[in-house]
């Protein structure tokens, strides 16, 4: 039995990539820190734990972006999959591989870009960050694995906006929508949510650098930050087809009102076309279509993007009672 091509197992296990990479990384830095005799030195030292613990959160989010960025793609497909059915045929309608696939000039110009702000973060912090002889052997992870950790942060925010808005611009295909069952526009919102948990996953990480009691005032900031691009990456694949309610519903409306001016006229006119309770089947189907609501998700799809959203907050006082006990077994 023939292996499956590398690419096809990191689509169909994303998990793998980040698992071995993070993995990997964190054995060969609690290694070197073992050999070279670093770990009495660095728990008697909150600056050298602080930079150990900045290590560690590089390994994990070294892992953790390649895994996010290939579960992007296998839910975009999933969702292309899933959307298959209701969307109009096209002459040119290209296979789920090609509407999912991003080309390279994309992917050099968001690698760029995650690049230039990890070359450009550093300098907040430190002088010369990019000058060997000033890094200790932790800071010399940082340092290592920034550029990687930048490259991948690119990508994976380059993949959340060309997923994103190539799943909104499915909607204008819907053949119709039925404003009394949204059911089958589900693939869209939970592409959405898909992008947001992806989104806060990675912020949470990154919390993790925040430990230090006294930056409250910057764990609020990147808190809120947090916040604004989960809710972004949650809005973005379903605003296509937000529109396409809307405009759905006003149609609806406009046709029963119609119909409802129509009725009055042959009412007044003693019409025998029309029947009793015509009228009155015409002014409940209107007020039916008033209160349908021109989001394609229910209350608990809310609940569980406020139960997201949250995520970074425990990760963070996680982090926090892990470094407190890390400290005392140390110091023990």
């Not at 899933?82 to 002459?91: E, H, S």
């Not at 930056?215 to 973005?236: D, K, M």
């Not at 279509?289 to 907050?313: C, G, K, M, N, R």
Request: glycine fraction near 6%; charge should be neutral; proline fraction near 6%.
């Amino acid at each position: 039995m023939n292996l499956p091509p590398i690419k096809q197992v990191i689509y169909q296990r994303p998990a793998l990539p980040g698992l071995a990479i993070s993995s990997i990384l964190l054995i060969g830095f609690l290694m070197q820190e073992y050999l070279l005799g670093r770990f009495t030195l660095i728990f008697e030292n909150d600056y050298l734990l602080q930079d150990f613990w900045i290590a560690v959160v590089h390994c994990l989010l070294a892992g953790y972006l390649p895994s996010a960025y290939f579960y992007l793609l296998r839910g975009t497909r999933k969702t292309f999959k899933d959307l298959k059915n209701i969307l109009k045929p096209t002459t040119e309608t290209p296979g789920i591989d090609a509407t999912v696939h991003i080309e390279k000039k994309y992917l050099i110009v968001w690698g760029f870009v995650g690049l230039l702000i990890t070359f450009s973060l550093p300098y907040q912090t430190a002088t010369s960050p990019w000058d060997p002889a000033t890094w200790y052997p932790e800071v010399a992870w940082h340092r290592v694995l920034e550029p990687f950790i930048g490259l991948w942060a690119g990508w994976f925010f380059g993949a959340v906006w060309f997923t994103s808005t190539r799943t909104s611009r499915l909607a204008a295909r819907i053949e119709s929508i039925d404003l009394l069952d949204m059911s089958p526009l589900s693939p869209f919102v939970k592409q959405g949510l898909l992008t947001t948990l992806l989104t806060i996953g990675m912020i949470s990480i990154f919390s993790l650098l925040l430990l230090d009691p006294g930056e409250w005032p910057v764990v609020a900031r990147a808190y809120l930050g947090s916040i604004t691009l989960a809710l972004i990456g949650f809005w973005l694949p379903i605003r296509g087809v937000h529109k396409r309610i809307r405009e759905s519903k006003k149609e609806e409306l406009k046709w029963t009102r119609e119909r409802i001016h129509d009725s009055e006229a042959l009412l007044h006119n003693n019409s025998p076309d029309i029947s009793p309770g015509h009228m009155a089947d015409l002014i409940e189907h209107m007020k039916l279509i008033e209160d349908v609501q021109e989001w394609p998700f229910e209350s608990l799809t809310i609940v569980h993007v406020l139960a997201y959203l949250l995520i970074p907050l425990a990760s963070w006082a996680g982090g926090l009672f892990i470094e407190s006990l890390l400290s005392v077994i140390f110091t023990m």
